[in-house]
């Protein structure tokens, strides 16, 4: 069963005001065995006073009716208006605002308050209400949608009780843990589990990642603290695996050392701003290990390098990335949050197996950005390739614009593909250039024919270009 990101809704939420809810199975644990009462009690009792209800309104507003054309639709106000109200019909007002609520927890005496950014995205006003019941507007210092994480900061007047970051790498699976929120408005509300598994990535963006725990966790603890036995903060609670959007015992938390990386951005200027090295990277399979010589499926396979990035001229593609400042990169996974997390213009020792051997690389870290592909394809002058099952066309300027590939990309244009051929086992599909085999450039078709006939590896190593990125995969040609 593959974990899909939705949000169990109460009808009368906002979206943002639940927590996100992703699948099913299993029953939350309720008790930590062999943890005597009174020192469970006694950590409850000193942590309790800094952990939070955040509620969050959306004021009432003008919808587009249903079944009405919208002239935005398809540009980048149809969101806005989807949100907002707009041109194509207008319905009365609701009747009041809307409200979601969640939970955080404070971070220093100052009234800096860490929660979700599912809890406060797209609320017009945030509101914190304390232990003690005492109630304050808040400011949205800064959000993080790709980590779900927000900075809040109350004015209190006064010194407020805080907790601390503890060290999410050192918490190991099996220990106890325990989550202190606000299910449903119960304010205060303790559940124990254990850590049922670490290093968790349950949705779309690469820079964040989770601790399981069988500790109930329900729609309102989102954004609140998930505790190690000795009172520090391991992880915000974010999001459950249910079918019915209740606790089932799967519960995942954003790790501690990637929320301490990103507060402390947030704090300074209410953004993250995130490493980048600029290269496209993929999982080494068995196959592609197989066919590179590598003694193991470990790594991060660099599959393009971005022209003038950091990487440019000191990584090339081929390269395995195996350890990034020391610290292992066992898949493609673990490397865009050990970049994101290194400080811009930090020289970075980058391990790398490069044609069979280890070498260190030193790349400068550089400022994140986000790159633009396109897509779409149609065939001309077809050769067939039936070493691969395959049917590929020269790239014509026609076929390069209806592709999305500029004119610096050569390579061969798959048109055609055998679903049972070796090409698409391997996971080629029509649209895909063909840049190189093993070796080999494939600037043409009769290139490739010559590249395949000359190549001894079996599997053999594939680049092509997919949607304007650049991957490898393995062949099988026997």
Do not use: C
Request: aromatic content about 4%.
């Amino acid at each position: 069963m593959s974990i899909r990101m939705s949000r169990k809704l109460n009808p009368s939420l906002p979206n943002w005001a639940a927590a996100p809810v992703l699948g099913a199975l299993l029953l939350g644990s309720t008790a930590l065995p062999g943890l005597a009462d009174e020192a469970l009690a006694d950590l409850v009792e000193r942590v309790s006073p800094a952990v939070v209800t955040v509620l969050a309104s959306e004021e009432a507003r003008p919808q587009q009716m249903k079944g009405q054309p919208n002239p935005f639709e398809g540009t980048p106000f149809e969101e806005f208006f989807h949100r907002f109200g707009g041109p194509g019909g207008m319905q009365p007002p609701q009747s009041g605002p809307r409200q979601g609520l969640g939970s955080g927890f404070i971070l220093d005496a100052e009234g800096y308050i860490v929660t979700n950014n599912h809890v406060v995205e797209g609320a017009d006003k945030v509101t914190v209400r304390l232990s003690d019941d005492r109630e304050f507007t808040a400011e949205v210092v800064g959000t993080d949608p790709l980590t779900d994480l927000a900075l809040l900061r109350i004015e209190a007047g006064v010194d407020l009780p805080a907790v601390t970051l503890g060290d999410s790498d050192a918490i190991r699976v099996g220990e106890d843990v325990v989550a202190v929120g606000n299910p449903f408005g119960l304010s205060s509300t303790v559940t124990t589990g254990i850590v049922s598994a670490k290093g968790r990535n349950i949705s779309d963006g690469p820079y964040a990642e989770f601790i399981q725990t069988d500790a109930a966790i329900n729609k309102g603890n989102s954004g609140g603290p998930l505790f190690n036995m000795e009172g520090e903060v391991v992880g915000v609670n974010s999001a459950i695996y249910s079918p019915t959007g209740g606790s089932v015992g799967l519960g995942f938390a954003v790790t501690s050392n990637i929320v301490e990386h990103v507060i402390d951005d947030l704090r300074e200027d209410g953004q993250v701003d995130r490493g980048w090295l600029g290269v496209s990277i993929q999982n080494v399979g068995a196959d592609i290990a197989a066919a590179m010589g590598l003694d193991s499926p470990n790594g991060a396979l660099v599959s393009d390098v971005v022209e003038d990035s950091p990487a440019d001229g000191n990584l090339n593609p081929g390269d395995v990335i195996v350890a990034f400042e020391g610290k292992d990169v066992k898949s493609s996974s673990d490397l865009p949050r050990l970049v994101g997390a290194t400080e811009i213009g930090t020289k970075a020792n980058v391990r790398v197996i490069r044609n069979g051997k280890a070498q260190d690389v030193t790349v400068t870290i550089g400022q994140h950005q986000q790159s633009a592909s396109a897509s779409g394809v149609a065939p001309a002058d077809p050769a067939e390739t039936p070493a691969l099952g395959l049917t590929v066309a020269p790239l014509t300027d026609d076929m390069r614009a209806q592709a999305g590939v500029g004119s610096d990309v050569s390579g061969v244009l798959v048109t055609d593909i055998d679903a049972n051929g070796p090409a698409a086992q391997a996971g080629l599909r029509r649209g895909d250039v063909i840049l190189r085999v093993g070796g080999t450039d494939t600037d043409s078709p009769a290139a490739l024919k010559a590249a395949l006939g000359k190549e001894k590896t079996d599997p053999a190593l594939v680049l092509i270009n997919r949607d304007g990125n650049r991957l490898f995969v393995a062949v099988r040609l026997a």
